[in-house]
Protein backbone atom coordinates (compact mmCIF):
# COMPACT_ATOMS: atom_id res chain seq x y z
CA UNK A 1 0.00 0.00 0.00
CA UNK A 2 2.86 2.35 0.63
CA UNK A 3 4.38 1.55 -2.34
CA UNK A 4 1.58 3.39 -4.36
CA UNK A 5 1.52 6.15 -2.05
CA UNK A 6 5.17 6.82 -3.07
CA UNK A 7 4.58 6.51 -6.79
CA UNK A 8 1.47 8.52 -6.83
CA UNK A 9 3.59 11.30 -4.51
CA UNK A 10 6.66 11.29 -6.58
CA UNK A 11 4.65 11.45 -10.09
CA UNK A 12 2.74 14.15 -8.97
CA UNK A 13 5.68 16.06 -7.68
CA UNK A 14 7.35 15.36 -10.68
CA UNK A 15 4.24 16.71 -13.04
CA UNK A 16 4.35 19.81 -10.82
CA UNK A 17 7.65 20.89 -10.31
CA UNK A 18 9.26 22.39 -13.22
CA UNK A 19 12.61 21.28 -13.82
CA UNK A 20 15.52 22.76 -12.19
CA UNK A 21 18.34 24.74 -14.34
CA UNK A 22 20.94 25.14 -11.85
CA UNK A 23 23.31 27.28 -13.57
CA UNK A 24 20.90 29.37 -14.29
CA UNK A 25 20.02 29.43 -10.33
CA UNK A 26 23.78 30.23 -9.95
CA UNK A 27 23.89 32.96 -12.34
CA UNK A 28 20.96 34.36 -10.31
CA UNK A 29 22.37 34.33 -7.21
CA UNK A 30 25.85 35.68 -8.34
CA UNK A 31 23.94 38.48 -9.81
CA UNK A 32 22.08 38.80 -6.77
CA UNK A 33 24.72 39.20 -4.45
CA UNK A 34 26.66 41.06 -6.70
CA UNK A 35 23.88 43.95 -6.74
CA UNK A 36 23.90 43.82 -2.64
CA UNK A 37 25.07 46.66 -0.97
CA UNK A 38 27.59 44.43 1.09
CA UNK A 39 29.52 43.39 -2.15
CA UNK A 40 30.23 47.03 -3.19
CA UNK A 41 31.25 47.89 -0.05
CA UNK A 42 33.61 45.46 0.67
CA UNK A 43 34.38 45.29 -3.21
CA UNK A 44 35.56 48.64 -2.78
CA UNK A 45 37.19 48.58 0.22
CA UNK A 46 39.29 45.43 -0.87
CA UNK A 47 39.82 47.70 -3.76
CA UNK A 48 41.33 50.19 -1.27
CA UNK A 49 43.22 48.09 0.78
CA UNK A 50 44.80 46.68 -2.37
CA UNK A 51 45.96 49.78 -3.72
CA UNK A 52 47.06 51.40 -0.86
CA UNK A 53 49.25 47.73 -0.08
CA UNK A 54 50.78 48.31 -3.44
CA UNK A 55 51.49 51.48 -2.70
CA UNK A 56 53.19 50.45 0.97
CA UNK A 57 56.52 51.52 1.92
CA UNK A 58 55.94 48.48 4.52
CA UNK A 59 55.20 46.22 1.82
CA UNK A 60 58.41 46.97 -0.43
CA UNK A 61 60.25 46.55 3.40
CA UNK A 62 58.63 43.35 3.24
CA UNK A 63 59.68 42.07 -0.43
CA UNK A 64 62.90 43.30 -0.08
CA UNK A 65 63.22 40.79 3.58
CA UNK A 66 62.16 38.09 1.73
CA UNK A 67 64.19 38.42 -1.12
CA UNK A 68 67.08 38.32 1.35
CA UNK A 69 65.94 35.44 3.31
CA UNK A 70 64.60 33.13 0.54
CA UNK A 71 67.43 32.59 -1.35
CA UNK A 72 67.07 30.31 -4.44
CA UNK A 73 68.78 27.42 -2.29
CA UNK A 74 66.80 24.88 -0.54
CA UNK A 75 69.57 24.60 2.55
CA UNK A 76 68.75 28.08 2.80
CA UNK A 77 64.92 27.86 2.78
CA UNK A 78 65.59 25.38 5.64
CA UNK A 79 67.59 28.00 7.60
CA UNK A 80 65.42 30.86 7.71
CA UNK A 81 62.42 28.10 8.55
CA UNK A 82 64.53 26.91 11.62
CA UNK A 83 65.10 30.49 12.21
CA UNK A 84 62.04 31.72 12.93
CA UNK A 85 60.90 28.75 14.36
CA UNK A 86 63.58 29.58 17.43
CA UNK A 87 62.64 33.14 17.47
CA UNK A 88 58.84 32.17 17.53
CA UNK A 89 59.23 29.40 20.23
CA UNK A 90 61.80 32.11 22.55
CA UNK A 91 59.04 34.74 22.01
CA UNK A 92 56.39 31.81 23.46
CA UNK A 93 58.96 31.69 26.51
CA UNK A 94 59.47 34.76 26.99
CA UNK A 95 56.05 35.63 27.26
CA UNK A 96 55.23 32.94 29.23
CA UNK A 97 57.91 34.18 31.66
CA UNK A 98 56.28 37.63 32.68
CA UNK A 99 52.72 36.41 32.39
CA UNK A 100 51.05 36.48 36.05
CA UNK A 101 49.33 33.25 35.73
CA UNK A 102 51.12 29.92 34.53
CA UNK A 103 49.68 27.94 32.06
CA UNK A 104 50.95 24.52 33.92
CA UNK A 105 54.18 23.18 35.24
CA UNK A 106 55.11 22.07 31.67
CA UNK A 107 54.40 24.92 29.34
CA UNK A 108 58.20 25.27 28.65
CA UNK A 109 58.41 22.06 26.87
CA UNK A 110 56.71 22.52 23.65
CA UNK A 111 58.51 25.46 23.28
CA UNK A 112 61.63 23.91 24.53
CA UNK A 113 61.26 21.27 21.76
CA UNK A 114 60.50 23.57 18.68
CA UNK A 115 63.73 25.69 20.08
CA UNK A 116 66.24 22.43 19.76
CA UNK A 117 64.10 21.61 16.72
CA UNK A 118 64.66 24.51 15.10
CA UNK A 119 68.48 24.60 15.75
CA UNK A 120 68.91 21.25 14.28
CA UNK A 121 67.16 22.60 11.34
CA UNK A 122 69.56 25.65 10.96
CA UNK A 123 72.72 23.32 11.49
CA UNK A 124 71.73 20.47 9.23
CA UNK A 125 70.34 22.12 6.08
CA UNK A 126 72.66 21.03 3.83
CA UNK A 127 72.32 17.57 4.85
CA UNK A 128 68.28 18.04 5.08
CA UNK A 129 68.05 19.66 1.72
CA UNK A 130 70.28 17.28 -0.10
CA UNK A 131 67.81 14.35 1.53
CA UNK A 132 64.65 15.62 0.15
CA UNK A 133 65.99 16.23 -3.33
CA UNK A 134 67.14 12.63 -3.56
CA UNK A 135 64.07 11.83 -2.11
CA UNK A 136 62.13 14.03 -4.47
CA UNK A 137 64.24 12.49 -7.57
CA UNK A 138 63.22 9.05 -6.54
CA UNK A 139 59.67 9.39 -6.59
CA UNK A 140 60.06 10.76 -10.45
CA UNK A 141 61.95 7.72 -10.98
CA UNK A 142 59.03 5.07 -10.39
Same mark, same amino acid.
Not at 41 to 48: N, P
Given at each position: ????????? =????? +? %? $??? @??????? !?????? &??????????????????????????????? =????? +? %? $??? @??????? !?????? &???????????????????????????????????? +???????????? !????????
Amino acid at each position: MTGWWFFTR =SALES +L %T $RPP @ADIEACD !RAMVKL &AGDSWICRATGGLGRTVGDAWSASRIRRLAE =SVRRD +L %T $RDT @AASTLRV !RGCLAV &AAATTVLGLDAVKPVPVGPLSWLVPSIVIVAGLLTM +LMADALSRAATD !RQAHRLQR
